[in-house]
């Protein structure tokens, strides 16, 4: 019920800016000291009592001067003043509803949501064309039946066809966290109806169930009504960068990363990286990483994406270096993680081919023999003869002599050890199996077996 306290503490406040007529500019003249004496703690004189029987006596025929009144004394807490004032005015005006939500807003505020509901519903009940009693019933509701709030919307509806009750049921969804509903209610509403928080919930709403266009078009048109709300230039990012859009979101993220009211947390951070990576910024990318990583040392993402970053700029060792830093930390590390593992590999694997062709090794040829003599068969001195005679004529050293067992495979498919750029340019297939065993050796390590 805080949640509501707040909402009527806004609520009150936006009602008391409101533009005026003359006798109410008069009223309002008078409840400045009122307030100031509240505001300063010396209510409990009585001087005070007199300024308000005063005001009393001047307003006594305008209830909504009195209720100005007392929404005063709730703002500041003094609620035994306030609810004697709503008694008055229902006393003398009973179908005035706004002393009915006066008396729920008592309530509401000191956390007694049920008997709020109760005046609520009598302002429905005795002054049915004001929407305020509705929207004060739908709120209390909110979190705790969604259902009964959209209903009581939903009778908003019946004596107010213009006004936006799409919206509102969406919101309260929204903020009970029922999603699917939230955004069926708020794919009904008319956009250009759109308060800017409710503009935002709508384009979160559809970025959670995974419908990231229409967020990320949700969010740029919100953008151009509400140019300066933060959060939608924050959500277009992540949208932009999950959607692989690198130019749109590195444009969004220049803007949350120049603007100075935004927080960057770890996560913003990260997805700065993501658009500076996306459109090949890979250095300035890693920068970024690392600061998340600074940021929030325990989150092992940002060491996922500096691998993905080296991947791409072709360094395998690093990546290889930071994917296995990230899989230590992550526990729960999943299947699609374990591939990414197996593809730096597969791409080591054909660097080392693609090397391996340059060379022109030439297919071993029998009869040759072993300068070292320590061979125990043809095949094994054949290797060794080839390869050294490559080494020598492309300025290598000679390499040293490894006999292996004699088999009866084929000679470019069993020397590994003695001539391995051989092999490995003859083997891709092999590799790329051994890389996928890889990722199922860790997958299967990460089953239960009780």
Known sequence: ?????????????????????????????????????????????????????????????????LIALGNILAMHKDYDKANLVADAVIAKFKNYGDAYILKGDIYAMQDNGGEAATWYNQCMTMDPKNPQGYISYSNVYRKIDPAASAEALNKLREINPD??????????????????????????????????????????????LDKKEESLNLCQAGIQKFPKDAAMQVLAMRAAVDLRKYDVALEHSNIVMNTDSIKKNSSIISYYGLALAGNKQYNEAIAQYQKALEMKAEDPKPLLYISEAYKEMGDEDKALEYNQQYMDKNPDAAPTDFMKLAEIYINKAKKAAEAANKLH??????????????????RSAEIYAVRASESVKNGLPQPACKPVAATKKTDKNIYCDTYPHYWLASNGGTVRIISLLIFFRYAIATIPLF
Do not use: W
Not at 183 to 206: M, N, Q, R, V
């Open 1 to 65: 019920m805080k949640a509501i306290k707040y909402l009527i503490a806004g609520a009150l406040i936006m009602g008391l800016s409101a533009p005026a007529m003359a006798q109410e500019v008069n009223y309002k003249d008078m409840l400045k000291p009122i307030e100031t004496t509240l505001k300063s703690g010396n209510s409990a004189t009585k001087e005070f009592e007199k300024e308000i029987k005063e005001y009393q006596k001047e307003f006594k025929k305008d209830p909504k001067a």
């Open 361 to 378: 090794y030439p297919a071993p040829k029998r009869g040759s023999v072993c300068a070292a003599g320590c061979a125990p068969d043809h």
């Open 163 to 208: 006004y936006p009750i799409e919206a509102e049921a969406g919101h309260n969804f929204f903020s009970a966290g029922n999603y699917e509903k939230a955004y069926d209610y708020f794919s009904k509403a008319k956009p250009s109806t759109l308060e800017e928080y409710l503009y935002y919930e709508y384009a979160f709403t559809a970025y959670i």
